[in-house]
């Protein structure tokens, strides 16, 4: 079993190995594991927003 941490509320979503995601213990969100090699930005609901500041580094 494992933690990470929530995307709504930055509480703790309790992951077990043999599942493919899990429940945050304080807002009740729900997480998917990615993929293997996927990065963050195929699944996060905040991907475009962190696009877009990566993007004005650039700059």
Same mark, same amino acid.
């Given at each position: 079993? +494992?933690? *990470?941490?929530? @995307?709504?509320?930055?509480? +703790?979503?309790?992951?077990? +190995? ?6 945050? %213990?304080?807002?009740? &969100?729900?997480? %998917? ?7 963050? %930005?195929?699944? #996060?609901?905040? &991907?475009?927003? #962190?696009?877009?500041? *990566? &993007? +004005?580094?650039? @700059?």
């Amino acid at each position: 079993m +494992s933690y *990470v941490v929530c @995307h709504s509320c930055g509480g +703790s979503v309790e992951v077990w +190995s043999d599942e493919d995601g899990g429940e945050c %213990l304080d807002c009740g &969100a729900k997480w %998917l594991k990615p993929d293997g090699g996927n990065s963050c %930005l195929e699944y #996060c609901e905040y &991907a475009d927003k #962190c696009r877009e500041i *990566v &993007a +004005s580094r650039k @700059h």
